[in-house]
Nanobody, 126 residues
Framework: QVQLVESGGGLVQAGGSLRLSCAAS????????MSWFRQAPGKEREFVAT????????QYADSVKGRFTISRDNAKNTVTLQMDSLKPEDTAVYYC???????????????????WGPGTQVTVSS
């Protein structure tokens, strides 16, 4: 079965950087779309960034645009989120999500994705 596992979370001061990675295991070679979502305590899960199978079609949430960079390696079934200029508002559990085939659903909809990782905690102190 396909599994996604995030890593790279931790505690960082405001203005600092972290790099999150998501590794996929199983029989799936590549995915139509891979994305990052995040969820703070008591809040809804929100879209962060997405990247298509062709390493293009990249979109970011307005709140992270210019600060976060998403990338992927289809041969390794991995996706990375480089987070710079972190703010306390970025504190959340970050989840990796993958779509097996192109459903045509909007990239920012959690319902588009077939697989989810367990999440990794990112805490940004002021």
């Amino acid at each position: 079965q396909v599994q996604l596992v995030e890593s790279g979370g931790g505690l960082v001061q405001a203005g600092g950087s972290l790099r999150l990675s998501c590794a996929a295991s199983g029989l799936v070679y590549s995915y139509s779309a891979m994305s990052w979502f995040r969820q703070a305590p008591g809040k809804e899960r929100e879209f962060v960034a997405t990247i298509g199978w062709s390493y293009s079609n990249i979109q970011y949430a307005d709140s992270v645009k210019g600060r976060f960079t998403i990338s992927r390696d289809n041969a390794k079934n991995t996706v990375t989120l480089q987070m710079d200029s972190l703010k306390p508002e970025d504190t959340a559990v970050y989840y990796c999500a993958a779509e097996r085939t192109n459903s045509g659903r909007a990239y920012f909809l959690a319902s588009r994705y077939d697989y989810w990782g367990p999440g990794t905690q990112v805490t940004v102190s002021s």
